[in-house]
């Protein structure tokens, strides 16, 4: 062999023993993740689950005080002072407030 062929065959030599040694610590690093999967899998589950829990407990929270505070319109309506009207009105307002500040 020439001397330009043989640079050829060192260069494809050495590509493919790099090629080999990448694919290899990929086939590494693939089989840790395969390993770890199902616990991690299994932790977000359950995650999952607690904050299924936490939104139907919020949920049953809101709709509870909703259902005991008395309907709301019949309530204004029932005030016949108008500073009483214009407090119940800035009660509300900052009630509304509150829970859309909570939601962000």
Do not use: H
């Amino acid at each position: 062999m020439s001397s330009p062929e043989k640079l050829l065959e060192a260069t494809l030599n050495r590509l493919g023993i790099r090629i080999e040694q990448s694919l290899t610590k990929s086939a590494e690093k693939l089989s840790e993740i395969a390993k770890d999967a199902p616990k991690k899998l299994q932790e977000e589950w359950e995650l999952f689950q607690e904050e299924v829990i936490a939104e139907v407990n919020r949920l049953e929270k809101e709709s509870k005080e909703e259902s005991s505070s008395p309907d709301q319109e019949s309530n204004f309506s029932a005030i016949k002072d108008p500073k009483e009207k214009i407090k119940y009105v800035r009660k509300k307002l900052s009630e509304i407030s509150r829970k859309l500040e909570a939601s962000n």
